[in-house]
């Protein structure tokens, strides 16, 4: 795996590094259940310009933090799913979901944006 990170010895730093994109957790979030297709992740973060969203997804992918699969087919059908790697980052995804949760509900936001509770925190 090749990382862009070889020049960062900050361990906060390397790990803004690798998920600190504008959508790159949202689109890691979205890829904890499985693989999604590109038409998928795009419904999924409707904020992102197909070109940010692309942009962010080969980021990912030359990261080592998912695969890009490309089948043989018309029209072409490419799926992303998460690496071992990418996977690893579950449990930080859900902490910052935890977080990110309580800031709105003390500043009085209601949470809109799509998004379900990790699943060890449903119903907690």
């Known amino acids: 795996m090749t990382t862009r990170t070889t ?13 600190g994109g504008k ?3 949202l689109i890691l979030w979205h890829l904890v259940p499985g693989k ?3 038409g998928a992740l795009s419904r999924l973060i409707p904020q992102a310009t197909p070109k940010m969203l692309t942009q ?4 990912l992918e030359a990261d080592g933090l998912l695969t890009r699969t490309v089948y043989p087919v018309v029209p072409p059908r490419v799926e992303y799913a998460l690496t071992e ?6 449990p930080v ?3 910052m979901y935890a977080w990110g949760e309580g800031y709105l509900k003390e500043q009085g936001i209601p949470i809109n ?3 379900e509770p990790p699943e ?3 119903g907690a």
């Not at 790697?85 to 579950?90: I, N, P, Q, R, Y």
């Open 7 to 19: 020049n960062v010895s900050c361990p906060v730093s390397a790990a803004l590094r690798l998920i």
């Open 56 to 59: 962010q997804l080969r980021e």
């Open 93 to 95: 995804l859900d902490r």
């Open 36 to 38: 999604r297709r590109y």
């Open 23 to 25: 959508y790159k957790a």
């Open 113 to 115: 944006c799509g998004m």
């Open 85 to 90: 790697f990418g996977l690893s980052l579950k």
């Open 120 to 122: 060890d925190e449903e």
